[in-house]
């Protein structure tokens, strides 16, 4: 299956409470239906968005700490959401092809969170600064960006929002990265694109 793991190796304050109802190990199962993944990616002359399925995944949690989480994303499912028909299935190909992510030959991309330090008062309601590491196309990258985690009795969930340089993981189609941006003109496409996540588990 196509995928991309989202894996975290964490050590976070206590959240509200004690959601595992105790003080043994619990993996929360995430719900691949209340969870989400999105993208946008914008260009000279506008942008496109769209969403990515989450297969599986699990949150780790002990003496109401969140210890780990791995989500698993299946990227044969990149899919465009500001367009339709004919359009929409060209660009959800091409995304997948060489061209982009390469999906056939790099069927996983990763993303892993090796930190979190807490945060006070970030906009957003972010409460903790996540950093890791993305590998996308066998390339692996250093990331940083804010997250918010919040635990209850029946749900914990994690969220944020990254922006990529898609030329770190050699992205290369009408990038100004790999090509002359005054060649390119109005046909330029931003190296910079944005994932935003939330993921929800329970028992």
Request: glycine content about 10%; overall charge negative.
């Amino acid at each position: 299956m196509n995928t991309i793991i989202v894996s975290a190796a964490l050590l976070l304050a206590p959240l509200v409470g004690n959601p595992t109802g105790g003080d043994e190990p619990t993996r929360l199962t995430v719900n691949s239906k209340t969870s989400s993944l999105a993208w946008e990616g914008k260009k000279v002359t506008g942008s496109h968005n769209g969403d990515i399925q989450i297969s599986s995944g699990y949150i780790d949690m002990e003496n109401g700490l969140i210890t780990g989480a791995t989500v698993i994303i299946d990227m044969t499912t990149i899919n465009t959401l500001d367009l339709e028909g004919g359009s929409k299935e060209s660009l959800d190909g091409h995304l997948k092809s060489d061209d982009f992510f390469g999906v056939e030959t790099y069927p996983t991309a990763q993303f892993e969170l090796t930190q979190l330090n807490p945060l006070r008062g970030e906009e957003g309601g972010a409460n903790f600064a996540a950093m890791g590491t993305v590998t996308i196309k066998g390339k692996t990258e250093n990331v940083s960006f804010p997250v918010k985690v919040s635990a209850s009795p029946r749900e914990t969930t994690i969220s944020g929002e990254m922006v990529l340089d898609r030329s770190k993981f050699d992205v290369q189609f009408r990038s100004q990265s790999f090509f002359d941006a005054a060649t390119l003109g109005d046909k330029l496409i931003y190296d910079e694109f944005t994932i935003k996540f939330e993921l929800a588990a329970g028992k």
